[in-house]
């Protein structure tokens, strides 16, 4: 059978509209993703009301090497949060940390580890809760004055378009940005979401040219900008950040010496001596790999001995698969 949506099916179970966990979701991703002085400039929806502190204070709360803040829309579609323009951020973790973990099965591997782990660690720790609560409510208010008076208005805008466009008999197809479906994974599970009336679409303004899929405990949530241009942006960026990730792997060399570490922590003098390399060459080569978060380090005197962090390169190469692969239609 077939895993494209038939073209006339039926919209009436589809529900629409604005998201503030969704917008503030796409800020938190983008702030984890992206380099702090390109989140800064014009362009970047969010860039005229979030400061550099702001960014700082989001990049270093989680420090488990995950990315994303996936345990957010969990949160908040246990504890029914989800929809609306106006979050209830102080009912967030009460409610929402009540339920048992959901399978997340739209995420990756690694995606859904790194939130079981913090789900568990919101429940176990209150410090951390109130930490949490006060990290996405200072954010969202450095957002507010953008959300209140422009973005919410043109999303509110879009969706009241996007509505009249569903009850007239437009396709799913039609409603959401062309490249959603270039993601041939997500063709079978969205008609599936449709069939069990849980397809939440949420346009958006703070998107950033991504876009967002995921099978929450309730509902499906499908996330796109309302900027048609964001979706071509949003492949050159995905294509621009995998060629990053893998550029550190490009060289033969390099990827010897990772290899070399994940079996022998070494030293750069050992690393030298047993692949009979000059000394710069060799630092060089430990450098590219520390710099992209593949190397621990264990510093005892003048002496610094590497190691492959597993988890961080188990990491790297899911999140790529994962984006070439979503990407690839089969």
């Known amino acids: 059978?077939?895993?494209?949506?038939?073209?006339?099916?039926?919209?009436?179970?589809?529900?629409?509209?604005?998201?503030?966990?969704?917008?503030?979701?796409?800020?938190?991703?983008?702030?984890?993703?992206?380099d702090p002085d390109t989140l800064l400039r014009p362009g970047f929806p969010w860039a005229k009301w979030l400061t550099a502190a702001a960014l700082a204070r989001v990049r270093a709360f989680w420090s488990d090497g995950g990315t994303g803040f996936s345990e957010l829309l969990v949160l908040a579609d246990q504890a029914d949060l989800l929809a609306g323009a106006h979050p209830g951020w102080p009912d967030l973790l009460a409610a929402g940390l009540a339920g048992a973990d959901p399978p997340l099965a739209s995420e990756s591997p690694a995606v859904r580890r790194t939130t079981s782990v913090r789900l568990d660690r919101l429940r176990q720790d209150s410090d951390l809760r109130g930490s949490y609560l006060s990290l996405i409510g200072e954010l969202w208010s450095d957002l507010k004055e953008g959300w209140d008076h422009t973005a919410q208005p043109a999303v509110a805008s879009y969706c009241t378009d996007l509505q009249r466009r569903k009850d007239a008999g437009a396709t799913l197809e039609q409603l959401v940005p062309r490249l959603t479906f270039s993601t041939a994974s997500w063709?079978?599970?969205?008609?599936?979401?449709?069939?069990?009336?849980?397809?939440?679409l949420v346009p958006s303004y703070f998107s950033g040219m991504r876009l967002l899929s995921m099978d929450l405990p309730k509902r499906w949530i499908l996330g796109f900008s309302i900027d048609p241009q964001d979706t071509i942006r949003y492949v050159r960026q995905k294509a621009e950040r995998v060629s990053r990730r893998l550029k550190v792997l490009s060289d033969p060399t390099r990827v010897a010496i990772l290899i070399f570490l994940g079996h022998r922590p070494s030293t750069v003098t050992e690393i030298t001596a047993e692949f009979a390399l000059a000394q710069p060459t060799?630092?060089?080569?430990?450098?590219?790999?520390?710099?992209?978060?593949?190397?621990?380090?264990?510093?005892?005197?003048?002496?610094?001995?590497?190691?492959?962090?597993?988890?961080?390169?188990?990491?790297?190469?899911?999140?790529?698969?994962?984006?070439?692969?979503?990407?690839?239609?089969t």
């Open 1 to 34: 059978m077939s895993s494209h949506m038939e073209p006339n099916s039926v919209l009436n179970p589809i529900t629409l509209g604005t998201s503030a966990p969704v917008e503030l979701f796409f800020v938190l991703r983008a702030v984890e993703d992206e």
């Open 187 to 200: 063709r079978a599970p969205l008609a599936e979401a449709v069939r069990q009336d849980r397809l939440y």
């Open 282 to 329: 060799v630092s060089g080569h430990v450098r590219e790999l520390r710099e992209a978060g593949l190397l621990l380090m264990d510093q005892s005197g003048r002496q610094t001995t590497y190691t492959v962090d597993r988890r961080r390169l188990a990491a790297m190469i899911d999140e790529t698969a994962a984006t070439l692969l979503d990407s690839t239609d």
